[in-house]
């Protein structure tokens, strides 16, 4: 048993209380991991104040982290102690008919399909205070160790720089993904990215890759406009400017709408906007952001044609393209260092999260 550092969430609504937590070795299928780096997602916080579904409270969050093979469980074979991982908050088990499928990034592990609060034997490798604490999505990146089935870490290059590819487990993936998989961006077109947060501008580094050559990037905050600029938006653009909705702003700007829009924000207001916002017979909307309610929306929106996608975690095949992903940052492809915005100590992961929450 190892006992280290973890950030526990004991009840909704609390702040992270960082506490010293036992972790049990591997069993059979399992590999247990140190965890060097994480970075914070909006999905953390949904967790935190008891959106996110079928969570179990106490629990360890993070899903978006980057780390080295402590010790294996029996039988495990694509991973050794001393490699280099990224854990998946997405499992790829390899088995079901989502994996089997080569469109498909899901699989049924998943916790939309089983909750992922204990390891598939039904128990828990964390214990605080004698309590049993649960995982989140199997990965809870905010332990300082980890454990995690075997089909739920994929091995990474050696030369990888952990604290920065970590987001990679998510955040990045997501965005980028997004635009290169879900949209499936072509050269030459025209797209609109709502909220320009980490995930967001993810999404503007996808559309320049893919050649679009219109990128119109959209945020309250306009402190987060030069980033996207920098990044490559042609256009940066805040609806507090305009008096009227910014789907008729954009629809003005491009003519008949964008080819492809992108809801980053997680809001009901901004995905319809987003929707309306794109070619009435052939634009693709695609939601990002996460929303915990229900949208009203007008079925008239999309009986002209156009396409309204979700994408989860940018539509990778996540265990097969990861080690890819980290190949192309090595090479320079992409810099997502660009996104790291701060950087703290375990300890002060509650600061890290007011830094969220103000948009900083």
């Given amino acids: 048993v190892i006992r280290c550092r973890a950030a526990v969430a004991w009840a909704v609504g ?28 909006g999905t953390d916080d949904l967790v935190l104040q008891g959106s996110f579904p079928n969570v179990d409270f106490p629990v360890i969050p993070g899903h978006e982290g980057a780390g080295i093979v402590e010790s294996v469980g029996e039988g495990v074979t694509s991973v050794k102690p001393g490699d280099k991982v990224i854990p998946l908050c997405i499992p790829q088990c390899g088995e079901c008919s989502f994996c089997l499928n080569p469109e498909s990034n ?20 964390f214990t605080c205070k004698g309590k049993q604490i649960h995982h989140f999505l199997w990965v809870s990146t905010f332990a300082e160790y980890t454990v995690i089935p075997e089909y739920a870490v994929t091995k990474i290059d ?7 590819v970590c ?17 499936k961006v072509k050269p030459g077109s025209t797209c609109a990215v709502f909220g320009v947060g980490g995930v967001g501008l993810s999404v503007v580094m996808g559309c320049k890759v893919a050649g679009a050559s219109r990128i119109i990037a959209i945020d309250i905050n306009k402190d987060k406009l030069a980033k996207a600029k920098e990044l490559g938006a042609t256009d940066c653009i ?33 995905m319809v906007a987003a929707l309306a916002s794109c070619n009435m017979n052939t634009g693709v909307c695609v939601m990002v ?32 393209c990861f080690p890819k992903l980290v190949s192309s940052y090595l090479e320079k492809k992409f810099n997502s ?24």
């Fill in 167 to 183: 987001l990679l487990a998510c955040g990045f993936s997501t965005g980028y993904g997004a635009a290169l998989n879900t949209a």
């Fill in 289 to 320: 952001g996460e929303l915990a309610s229900v949208i009203p929306f007008d079925p008239l929106l999309l009986l002209p044609g156009r396409t309204w996608k979700g994408s989860l975690l940018g539509g990778w095949k996540i265990r097969d």
């Fill in 106 to 125: 899901y699989c049924l592990k998943s916790h939309s399909s089983e909750p992922q609060n204990l390891l598939p034997d039904k128990t828990s490798r």
């Fill in 14 to 41: 609390k702040p992270l209380s960082v506490e010293e937590v036992e972790v049990a070795p591997p069993k059979a299928g399992e590999v247990r991991i140190k965890i060097v780096a994480t970075s914070i997602c």
């Fill in 158 to 164: 050696a030369a990888a720089p952990l604290d920065k």
């Fill in 238 to 270: 805040s609806p507090h400017d305009f008096k009227k909705p910014i789907q008729e702003v954009l629809i003005e700007m491009t003519g008949h709408g964008v080819d492809y829009s992108f809801e980053v924000v997680g809001h009901a207001d901004t």
């Fill in 337 to 360: 260092d660009l996104l790291i915005t701060h950087t703290l100590p375990i300890a002060k992961v509650n600061e890290g999260f007011e830094l969220l929450r103000a948009g900083k």
